[in-house]
């Protein structure tokens, strides 16, 4: 071979040109013979569904009808949507008053895409939470009646996580309104157990009154996940942070918990939690099925949040945990302050994707009768009138998950690359 | 001085609230203290209300007598048998759809997740597609879908599709499809059948070992699967080949006879390995896209076709990567066949859900689901975990 003078060589030909869209084509449609029968078959099929489907969903489709009967015979039968799409979204909500969970939805929403934004990511996502629940459930509910064993509860978590936070920090003046804070939270939830201080409430009520029964659809779906998630994280954090403990027994009870959870279905979680809630309380309390429901959500997302921020934990190097210990901070310092910030940046992208799953699990709280956004859809299938066309809603339901869940993956993606910026080469 | 402080290293005296190793055990016998006080508030409360709406406890309730049918049993089962066989029942359909679903859900996941990196630009955006579209949408609502579609879309039995010279009938109430009557050559079969797939697991080890000694390949795989099938087959010739089938056939409203597959169980099976497969594929790719390019451009200029290349040396490797979260999602699936009791197949939460309203005993059935679910998740983990550590690189 390599004697062969070099006229006699077998000249090679030119390399295929592949740029423009035919060279675009042959490099990526055509560049075998395999390839190119795969691409021919595939095109057939795809011109085959497409045209079977367009021709279902939009050339002999009937937008306009008043009754199911109407559609019967020809393609698909939007007008159902047309009749049912309010159901579909607000579910028994008294129909007059639909304007408040939209814009609850919508409170809920901006709450969410604010909180997407990084420049919001301190003590402006506190306001905005608390603005956004509160715009929320005041939606919801109609009336708000608060507590004053709440007010006291916040005072005494401000004034403890202060106290702890700025220890060896903060100036004299400062540790002692913590210090006042906490007692006056601590006093007060002592008076009220024992019965001093009357059950006094502030209460809000500018419009009529409605309850959980009542509410189905769409809020009920953003509801369930963000506020399941929302809680699970401070206890999905407790969770994570006792099973990477050097104590033994909190260890143990950590891990035999976030196993346990983790090891069966939600939906037995949440049939324990319709039928065993009751029988865990003092009898003669009665608890909401919509509170049960988010109860369950909460205990199930915990333990799956706590195995995310492990991960995240674990990805630290000891040096850090170290360095915090040698500058004399106490743990609740090294782990707010130097910990967390850390380890919960790695896990933000996972934990969006477990935020994802949550939104599309909650469907499962149909099964103890409450009415999720996939629950109305399939009661708008049971009106006599209008049976026969479950293709139509659940292909319009999927439709609204399927944006939901779409952008927020998108967005989970665009912030991986975002967050690795400083480490990515 | 200084230096000899550090080597002799006497412990420091502190005063007791300020030494670490009491603060951790005042800290845990804190903890261990409230979480305990919090189980004897709700067990005392349980008890009282318990004792309050005269609801028994204990297992006894087992052995009486169920009362309500199931529509779909692999074994004996009629209203007249006990809670504990209806509770097997639905324990044995539970473990019937989760094993199909891990091994079809496996195989379409993967075929997807190779085909996402599918030089064909029309084929890897199809399949990035299929991706997105199921793993979007609540695995609940397909399983809705599905079962919808085939019980509205197909004939009720009078009007069954009858295929294979109606052999075959394709109605709203499943799959109904001939059998070979009951015979006692059918169990000689079975260990056949295991004495076949052991040969040949053997003829594939001493194929492999000789492939490595000596270079000469042997189609182990084709004759293995001769000898599976084929030991049976003799056996079946060996007892006069028995031949009775039972045939399904139309009476009254619906086919006797037969066996059938039930459109509740297949709706199940379609929406599980769809909805799972979406996310196989995902953990398929990004398995083999965490190998270093080397690996493909190597096996190319050793004249590997990409068959080849994908089935010797890309899969093997990103095995390794695959194996932890394809486990996380055998268990999903395991606890995700749960969603059975929407679409009315008679899994185990269904049947624990009818004997929990019949029997009000919601403490005990709950253990009995809790205990099911983790001995199968935790058998899983097991398998999985030891499959893991052979297929783990060998570091000399």
Same mark, same amino acid.
Not at chain 1, 301 to 325: M, N, T
Not at chain 1, 346 to 365: E, M, Q, W
Not at chain 1, 385 to 411: D, Q
Not at chain 2, 40 to 46: D, P
């Given at each position: 071979?390599?004697?062969?003078?070099?006229?006699?060589?077998?000249?090679?030909?030119?390399?295929?040109?592949?740029?423009?869209?035919?060279?675009?084509?042959?490099?990526?449609?055509?560049? /075998?013979?395999?390839?190119?029968?795969?691409?021919?078959?595939?095109?057939?099929?795809?011109?085959?569904?497409?045209?079977?489907?367009?021709?279902?969903?939009?050339?002999?489709?009937?937008?306009?009808?008043?009754?199911?009967?109407?559609?019967?015979?020809?393609?698909?039968?939007?007008?159902?949507?047309?009749?049912?799409?309010?159901?579909?979204?607000?579910?028994?909500?008294?129909?007059?008053?639909?304007?408040?969970?939209?814009?609850?939805?919508?409170?809920?929403?901006?709450?969410? &895409?604010?909180?997407?934004?990084?420049?919001?990511?301190?003590?402006?996502?506190?306001?905005?939470?608390?603005?956004?629940?509160?715009?929320?459930?005041?939606?919801?509910?109609?009336?708000?009646?608060?507590?004053?064993?709440?007010?006291?509860?916040?005072?005494?978590?401000?004034?403890?996580?202060?106290?702890?936070?700025?220890?060896?920090?903060?100036?004299?003046?400062?540790?002692?309104?913590?210090?006042?804070?906490?007692?006056?939270?601590? &006093?007060?939830?002592?008076?009220?157990?024992?019965?001093?201080?009357?059950?006094?409430?502030?209460?809000?009520?500018?419009?009529?009154?409605?309850?959980?029964?009542?509410?189905?659809?769409?809020?009920?779906?953003?509801?369930?996940?963000?506020?399941?998630?929302?809680?699970?994280?401070?206890?999905?954090?407790?969770?994570?942070?006792?099973?990477?403990?050097?104590?033994?027994?909190?260890?143990?009870?950590? &891990?035999?918990?976030?196993?346990?959870?983790?090891?069966?279905?939600?939906?037995?979680?949440?049939?324990?939690?319709?039928?065993?809630?009751?029988?865990?309380?003092?009898?003669?309390?009665?608890?909401?099925?919509?509170?049960?429901?988010?109860?369950?959500?909460?205990?199930?997302?915990?333990?799956?949040?706590?195995?995310?921020?492990?991960?995240?934990?674990? /990805?630290?190097?000891?040096?850090?945990?170290?360095?915090?210990?040698?500058?004399?901070?106490?743990?609740?310092?090294?782990?707010?302050?130097?910990?967390?910030?850390?380890?919960?940046?790695?896990?933000?992208?996972?934990?969006?994707?477990?935020?994802?799953?949550?939104?599309?699990?909650?469907?499962?709280?149909?099964?103890?009768?409450?009415?999720?956004?996939?629950?109305?859809?399939?009661?708008?299938?049971?009106?006599?009138?209008?049976?026969?066309?479950?293709?139509?809603?659940?292909?319009?339901?999927?439709?609204?998950?399927?944006?939901?869940?779409?952008?927020?993956?998108?967005?989970?993606?665009?912030?991986?690359?975002?967050?690795?910026?400083?480490?990515?080469? | 001085?200084?230096?000899?402080?550090?080597?002799?290293?006497?412990?420091?005296?502190?005063?007791?609230?300020?030494?670490?190793?009491?603060?951790?055990?005042?800290?845990?016998?804190?903890?261990?203290?409230?979480?305990?006080?919090?189980?004897?508030?709700?067990?005392?409360?349980?008890?009282?209300?318990?004792?309050?709406?005269?609801?028994?406890?204990?297992?006894?309730?087992?052995?009486?007598?169920?009362?309500?049918?199931?529509?779909?049993?692999?074994?004996?089962?009629?209203?007249?048998? *006990?809670?504990?066989?209806?509770?097997?029942?639905?324990?044995?359909?539970?473990?019937?759809?989760?094993?199909? %679903?891990?091994?079809?859900?496996?195989?379409?996941?993967?075929?997807?997740?190779?085909?996402?990196?599918?030089?064909?630009?029309?084929?890897?955006?199809?399949?990035?597609?299929?991706?997105?579209?199921?793993?979007?949408?609540?695995?609940?609502?397909?399983?809705?879908?599905?079962?919808?579609?085939?019980?509205?879309?197909?004939? %009720?039995?009078?009007?069954?599709?009858?295929?294979?010279?109606?052999?075959?009938?394709?109605?709203?109430? %499943?799959?109904?499809?001939?059998?070979?009557?009951?015979?006692?050559?059918?169990?000689?079969?079975?260990?056949?059948?295991?004495?076949?797939?052991?040969?040949?697991?053997?003829?594939?080890?001493?194929?492999?070992?000789?492939?490595?000694?000596?270079?000469?390949?042997?189609?182990?795989?084709?004759?293995?699967?001769?000898? *599976?099938? %084929?030991?049976?087959?003799?056996?079946?010739?060996?007892?006069?080949?028995?031949?009775?089938?039972?045939?399904?056939?139309?009476?009254?409203?619906?086919?006797?006879?037969?066996?059938?597959?039930?459109?509740?169980?297949?709706?199940?099976?379609?929406?599980?390995?769809?909805? *799972?497969?979406?996310?196989?594929?995902?953990?398929?790719?990004?398995?083999?896209?965490?190998?270093?390019?080397?690996?493909?451009?190597?096996?190319?200029?050793?004249?590997?076709?990409?068959?080849?290349?994908?089935?010797?040396?890309?899969?093997?490797?990103?095995?390794?990567?695959?194996?932890?979260?394809?486990?996380?999602?055998?268990?999903?699936?395991?606890?995700?066949?749960?969603?059975?009791?929407?679409?009315?197949?008679?899994?185990?939460?269904?049947?624990?859900?009818?004997?929990?309203?019949?029997?009000?005993?919601?403490?005990?059935?709950?253990?009995?689901?809790?205990?099911?679910?983790?001995?199968?998740?935790?058998?899983?983990?097991?398998?999985?975990?030891?499959?893991?550590?052979?297929?783990?690189?060998?570091?000399?």
């Amino acid at each position: 071979m390599t004697d062969m003078p070099v006229g006699e060589r077998k000249q090679l030909a030119p390399p295929t040109d592949d740029s423009g869209i035919l060279g675009w084509m042959r490099k990526n449609l055509f560049s /075998s013979w395999g390839n190119g029968l795969t691409t021919v078959v595939l095109l057939v099929a795809i011109v085959w569904i497409l045209n079977w489907f367009l021709e279902w969903a939009v050339f002999t489709a009937n937008f306009t009808a008043s009754t199911g009967s109407e559609c019967r015979g020809q393609g698909a039968c939007w007008a159902l949507i047309r009749e049912k799409f309010r159901y579909i979204f607000f579910g028994s909500f008294p129909y007059e008053q639909h304007w408040r969970p939209l814009f609850a939805v919508i409170a809920m929403l901006s709450m969410l &895409v604010l909180s997407a934004d990084r420049r919001m990511w301190n003590w402006r996502l506190l306001v905005i939470w608390g603005v956004g629940s509160f715009v929320t459930f005041l939606l919801m509910f109609g009336q708000l009646h608060i507590p004053l064993s709440l007010f006291l509860v916040v005072a005494l978590v401000v004034g403890g996580i202060g106290m702890a936070m700025r220890q060896g920090i903060a100036r004299a003046g400062e540790m002692n309104s913590y210090r006042a804070l906490a007692a006056i939270g601590l &006093v007060g939830l002592v008076l009220r157990f024992i019965g001093i201080l009357p059950a006094w409430k502030l209460s809000i009520a500018p419009l009529s009154y409605v309850e959980t029964s009542l509410w189905g659809g769409l809020p009920v779906t953003i509801i369930l996940a963000t506020y399941g998630l929302a809680f699970a994280f401070p206890y999905g954090i407790l969770l994570a942070l006792g099973r990477r403990s050097n104590l033994p027994l909190v260890k143990g009870l950590c &891990v035999g918990f976030i196993e346990l959870i983790r090891g069966v279905p939600l939906i037995s979680l949440l049939i324990m939690a319709s039928v065993m809630l009751p029988l865990f309380l003092p009898s003669g309390t009665t608890i909401d099925k919509f509170l049960r429901a988010q109860v369950a959500v909460i205990l199930f997302a915990g333990a799956y949040i706590a195995e995310v921020i492990r991960g995240g934990l674990q /990805s630290l190097p000891k040096g850090q945990f170290e360095a915090a210990d040698a500058m004399g901070l106490n743990y609740p310092q090294k782990t707010l302050l130097i910990i967390l910030p850390q380890a919960l940046r790695v896990v933000i992208p996972p934990l969006i994707n477990t935020f994802i799953g949550f939104f599309k699990d909650t469907s499962l709280v149909l099964i103890i009768g409450i009415f999720d956004f996939l629950n109305t859809a399939n009661q708008a299938l049971v009106d006599p009138n209008w049976a026969g066309f479950p293709g139509e809603v659940y292909l319009f339901a999927a439709f609204v998950y399927f944006v939901f869940c779409y952008s927020m993956s998108r967005y989970s993606k665009y912030l991986e690359l975002e967050l690795n910026k400083g480490t990515r080469r | 001085m200084a230096v000899e402080a550090i080597g002799s290293s006497q412990r420091v005296k502190v005063a007791p609230w300020n030494d670490p190793v009491i603060r951790g055990w005042v800290f845990q016998i804190v903890v261990v203290g409230l979480v305990g006080l919090l189980a004897w508030y709700l067990v005392s409360n349980t008890m009282e209300n318990l004792q309050r709406q005269k609801i028994a406890s204990g297992f006894d309730y087992l052995g009486r007598e169920a009362g309500f049918e199931i529509g779909d049993t692999m074994i004996e089962y009629s209203p007249a048998s *006990t809670y504990a066989r209806a509770i097997w029942v639905g324990i044995l359909n539970t473990l019937r759809v989760a094993v199909l %679903g891990i091994l079809l859900s496996t195989i379409l996941g993967t075929v997807i997740g190779v085909g996402r990196l599918s030089p064909n630009w029309l084929l890897s955006r199809i399949c990035e597609w299929y991706v997105e579209a199921f793993r979007n949408v609540p695995l609940l609502l397909w399983l809705f879908l599905f079962y919808k579609l085939i019980s509205e879309a197909f004939p %009720g039995p009078r009007q069954a599709i009858g295929a294979f010279w109606n052999t075959v009938f394709l109605s709203n109430r %499943g799959l109904y499809f001939p059998v070979p009557m009951e015979d006692p050559i059918h169990k000689w079969m079975g260990l056949g059948l295991l004495v076949g797939l052991a040969a040949a697991v053997a003829l594939h080890r001493w194929a492999k070992r000789r492939q490595e000694a000596t270079g000469q390949p042997f189609p182990s795989i084709l004759a293995g699967i001769g000898m *599976t099938l %084929g030991v049976p087959f003799v056996v079946w010739l060996a007892g006069g080949a028995p031949h009775h089938m039972s045939w399904p056939e139309l009476k009254g409203f619906n086919f006797v006879g037969g066996t059938v597959i039930q459109p509740e169980f297949t709706a199940l099976l379609i929406g599980l390995v769809l909805y *799972t497969s979406a996310f196989v594929a995902e953990i398929v790719r990004s398995g083999i896209l965490a190998l270093h390019k080397g690996q493909s451009e190597a096996a190319a200029a050793l004249g590997l076709s990409r068959g080849q290349s994908m089935r010797l040396v890309l899969l093997p490797q990103a095995l390794r990567v695959i194996v932890p979260p394809m486990t996380s999602q055998y268990l999903n699936i395991t606890k995700n066949s749960s969603l059975a009791i929407a679409i009315g197949y008679p899994d185990l939460v269904a049947s624990i859900n009818v004997t929990i309203n019949q029997t009000g005993q919601a403490i005990e059935n709950i253990l009995i689901i809790m205990a099911a679910y983790l001995s199968v998740s935790l058998s899983i983990s097991a398998f999985m975990n030891w499959y893991n550590k052979r297929i783990a690189l060998r570091e000399r």
